[in-house]
């Protein structure tokens, strides 16, 4: 009992010395932690500078957290835009330096909301999602630097993806506000919506000096060749809607439409059409019976049947993709989809990657003056080709349409092939599905309509089943520097050609079965030649003799007289 009173006394006595004695050591440490956390706050959620060298992501700030700007009715407006711009004039190349990787680097400018001074925003949407899965994908992408010292191109936060939804002359004054303006040098501009009623401009009206745009409705008259990019409409159907791969081949109905509010004139042509061919044609319209709202717009009508929108177009050989009040149609997006080859009525329209994109390898394109033979046109193509044109348009899709990403990264490269030409893809890159197999070599019906970029001749070679001496003149001529792209036309058409440059030999090849020992041949021939001469209104064929340098080894020829002395015998 004592030893507990005694504890007992003296024990409160102790608390209040010890509390005494490490109140100040507590109260310092609890304030420094204190003011850590407070900077730390500050630091992160302090509004940064416009050129925040912090990764552009929208998760780390959203919209309605982004700093507020307002713009002075007296903010400049940027000019209309100069049509003679090309990348020689209006793009310093020089910011793009050299790198080993040959890529450009590409500045995202933090996001921002921009008001007037009456506090009303630029745009009703602000940050559209098709623009915000645009900027992730470039700034995940390799493209992509938070330096704005080492950028080469620049792309604003500001969205003006779809005219509709901007105030043209604020936002132009906001992109003038931009840092890095400099009257649009080295800035790129996405827009997919152009115009707006009545005139429906073919380019988005926004003011914006030189700056590149990337739009998806050009015309022959506002594309400006080599420096602007043309892009598809992207289709929300493409996330929304799942389209399994479906093989090339005949399908139920031939010829398909199914846009919604085209030109009466364009619909009475169409249903003329149908008159004519009956089931070929399936003549789709908006659906009358059905309410408004997402379920509606999936659907398509005929005299009261309805048919799920865009599957019913995989049921079609061919599908119609007509102009409405702006050139661009996410219904090309649509078609290419579901591997139906795009029958393209839009005159004047500058097709997407164009620059790069053979389109006649995945679709038909018409005059809107010949809507009227579009099923006569479309009747005379062979089945083959429409088979690779059907596999060809879902490759299409796959590669460069399926997603904002694909278009945005679609984009860049394209830029950056002008930027660094030495290291740009070729046509087959572009073009060629990896999948698909030509048996060694292109297609002869889907050969380039431009010439390669890498210096060099192309050689033709002609044969009908001399695979022996083919063999031979692929070995001569190969060893010529300068080619740069052997073509053989294989004129035998009832017998492959050999599957490899390397298995051309062939021992038991004879003479017997030539084409030249044919008697009929040169009948035959004859014939053909007077109807092309026919068709063509007059012969522009011209009778000349040549006899190249190849053949004169058989000739006593002073050798240093030929210009190919070292090509051998033939």
């Not at 995945?362 to 083959?384: F, G, N």
């Amino acid at each position: 009992m004592c030893a507990s009173g005694k504890y007992s006394s003296r024990g409160p006595a102790l608390i209040p010395r010890m509390k005494t004695k490490h109140r100040i050591y507590y109260i310092t440490l609890f304030s420094v932690v204190l003011l850590g956390l407070i900077a730390t706050g500050m630091f992160q959620f302090w509004p940064h500078s416009i050129e925040s060298t912090a990764d552009w992501t929208l998760d780390k700030r959203s919209v309605h957290d982004a700093p507020l700007i307002r713009l002075p009715v007296s903010s400049p407006i940027p000019e209309r835009g100069d049509l003679s711009c090309r990348m020689h004039t209006c793009f310093d190349v020089y910011r793009c330096g050299y790198n080993p990787k040959n890529r450009i680097k590409v500045y995202i400018y933090p996001l921002q909301r921009f008001v007037d001074e009456l506090g009303v925003p630029i745009s009703s949407i602000g940050l559209s999602r098709e623009y915000n899965d645009l900027l992730s994908a470039i700034s995940d992408s390799d493209f992509y630097t938070d330096d704005v010292t080492r950028a080469c191109l620049f792309i604003p936060s500001i969205d003006v993806l779809n005219q509709n939804s901007l105030r043209v002359r604020e936002t132009a004054q906001a992109l003038a506000m931009l840092p890095r303006w400099d009257k649009g040098m080295n800035h790129l501009l996405f827009n997919m919506l152009p115009g707006g009623p009545p005139d429906y401009n073919t380019a988005l009206d926004v003011p914006r000096d030189r700056a590149l745009l990337a739009g998806g409705g050009f015309s022959t008259w506002t594309y400006r060749q080599g420096y602007d990019v043309s892009i598809p409409v992207y289709s929300p159907l493409s996330a929304d809607v799942e389209l399994p791969e479906r093989q090339p081949g005949p399908r139920h109905y031939f010829i398909l439409s199914s846009q919604t509010a085209i030109h009466r004139e364009y619909r009475a042509e169409l249903e003329r059409l149908k008159e004519e061919n009956g089931e070929a044609l399936l003549l789709l319209d908006k659906c009358s019976n059905l309410s408004q709202g997402a379920a509606s717009a999936r659907k398509r009508c005929y005299k009261g049947q309805v048919y799920d929108y865009p599957q019913i177009l995989q049921e079609s050989s061919f599908c119609v993709v007509l102009r409405g009040a702006r050139l661009g149609q996410a219904a090309l997006s649509d078609v290419l989809q579901a591997g139906c080859v795009p029958v393209i009525l839009a005159d004047s329209y500058i097709l997407p990657f164009s620059e790069v994109l053979d389109w006649k390898r995945a679709s038909v394109v018409i005059p809107e003056e010949k809507l009227s033979e579009m099923y006569t046109i479309l009747k005379s193509i062979p089945h083959r080709q429409v088979e690779e044109m059907q596999r060809q348009a879902r490759w299409f899709w796959e590669a460069y349409f399926s997603s904002m990403k694909a278009i945005g990264l679609t984009t860049l490269q394209i830029i950056n092939d002008r930027i660094y030409p030495y290291a740009a893809r070729t046509y087959e890159q572009w073009n060629n599905p990896p999948v698909v197999k030509w048996s060694s070599v292109n297609s002869p019906l889907f050969l380039p309509l431009i010439p390669p970029r890498a210096p060099g001749f192309t050689a033709v070679v002609l044969t009908y089943d001399r695979v022996e001496s083919l063999f031979r003149v692929i070995t001569e001529i190969s060893k010529v520097p300068s080619l740069a792209k052997l073509l053989v036309v294989w004129n035998n058409q009832n017998k492959s050609p050999p599957e490899g440059e390397k298995k051309f030999k062939c021992p038991e090849c004879t003479a017997i079965d030539g084409l030249s020992l044919d008697q009929t041949h040169m009948v035959e021939r004859s014939e053909c030649i007077n109807k092309f001469a026919s068709v063509f209104g007059t012969m522009p064929l011209k009778v000349v003799e040549h006899r190249a340098d190849p053949v004169l080894y058989k000739d006593d020829f002073p050798e240093k007289l030929k210009s190919f002395p070292n090509i051998g015998s033939l």
